[in-house]
């Protein structure tokens, strides 16, 4: 335990330095609830704008943290050979991946406390089911961070950086975070559903919403997405370039 505990304390360390990290998972999800709900630039019928939002800024927070900060962090220290030299320490691997996954759920409640609070002050207020978005949560982490770690694994750094971000990018916009699918053309919206970020997004919405069903439908998707990514992530994942 006290191995986990230094670890994962340098782990939280380190994501603190990273000023491009702390952009990506803590400033950006929070400006985009908050620009989009004062500037509704895509009208939601019958909704509170950051009813709609906050659901989905949540899930890219999420893929900001699990997949790109992630991703492009175990890249680079796979570029500069630090996890080939913690392969020969006394550190065990385990530990070192418990250590990491636990970072990014340590870093995911902040970011949740961030939003929430955020919605709070826009008039949003509180209902739905905590366990459906526990589930979606802990689900889109696998995912995304199956994702990130196959990435991280098999290409260079430089170009784990590129597809991360561009990959970012596209979540953001065709992952029914802040564009509805209703408003994408029919063959785009055909595609973003199958999406993890739409999958989570959803999953996070019906979650979210006082006396919805259960979003089976997008729950059994998403634990495909994390069960492939992670299982393809272990099997391709290489310490060296």
């Given at each position: 335990?006290?191995?986990l505990?230094a670890?994962?304390?340098?782990?939280?360390?380190?994501?603190?330095?990273?000023?491009?990290?702390?952009?990506?998972?803590?400033?950006?999800?929070?400006?985009?609830?908050?620009?989009?709900?004062?500037?509704?630039?895509?009208?939601?019928?019958?909704?509170?704008?950051?009813?709609?939002?906050?659901?989905?800024?949540?899930?890219?927070?999420?893929i900001?943290t699990?997949?790109?900060?992630?991703?492009?962090?175990?890249?680079?220290?796979?570029?500069y050979?630090?996890?080939?030299?913690?392969?020969g320490?006394?550190?065990?691997?385990?530990?070192?991946?418990?250590?990491?996954?636990?970072?990014?759920?340590?870093?995911?409640?902040?970011?949740?406390?961030?939003?929430?609070?955020?919605?709070?002050a826009?008039?949003?207020r509180p209902?739905?089911?905590?366990?459906?978005?526990?589930a979606?949560?802990?689900?889109?982490?696998?995912?995304?961070?199956?994702?990130?770690?196959l990435?991280?694994?098999?290409?260079?750094?430089?170009?784990?950086?590129?597809?991360?971000?561009?990959?970012?990018?596209g979540?953001?916009?065709?992952?029914?975070?802040?564009v509805?699918?209703?408003?994408l053309?029919?063959?785009?919206?055909?595609?973003?559903?199958?999406l993890?970020a739409?999958?989570?997004?959803?999953?996070l919405r019906?979650?979210?919403?006082?006396?919805?069903?259960?979003?089976?439908?997008d729950?059994a998707?998403?634990?495909a997405?994390?069960?492939?990514?992670?299982?393809?992530?272990?099997?391709?994942?290489?310490?060296?370039?």
């Amino acid at each position: 335990m006290r191995a986990l505990r230094a670890q994962l304390f340098a782990e939280l360390l380190l994501a603190s330095r990273r000023g491009e990290s702390v952009l990506v998972t803590l400033v950006i999800p929070a400006a985009l609830l908050l620009f989009f709900s004062a500037v509704p630039l895509v009208p939601v019928a019958g909704e509170v704008p950051v009813a709609f939002l906050l659901p989905g800024t949540i899930g890219l927070a999420v893929i900001a943290t699990a997949f790109v900060s992630l991703g492009i962090a175990t890249a680079y220290e796979r570029h500069y050979g630090v996890l080939k030299r913690l392969g020969g320490s006394p550190l065990p691997r385990p530990t070192f991946i418990a250590a990491k996954a636990l970072a990014v759920l340590v870093i995911e409640l902040v970011q949740l406390a961030v939003l929430v609070a955020a919605a709070l002050a826009l008039g949003w207020r509180p209902g739905g089911d905590p366990l459906v978005v526990a589930a979606a949560l802990l689900l889109g982490t696998g995912a995304f961070a199956g994702l990130g770690l196959l990435l991280a694994g098999t290409l260079r750094a430089e170009l784990t950086l590129a597809v991360t971000n561009g990959l970012f990018l596209g979540f953001l916009l065709l992952g029914d975070i802040v564009v509805p699918l209703s408003r994408l053309p029919e063959p785009l919206a055909t595609v973003s559903r199958w999406l993890p970020a739409t999958t989570l997004a959803d999953a996070l919405r019906e979650g979210l919403t006082p006396g919805a069903p259960l979003p089976w439908a997008d729950l059994a998707p998403l634990a495909a997405w994390a069960v492939v990514a992670l299982g393809a992530a272990a099997f391709t994942f290489r310490v060296e370039e």
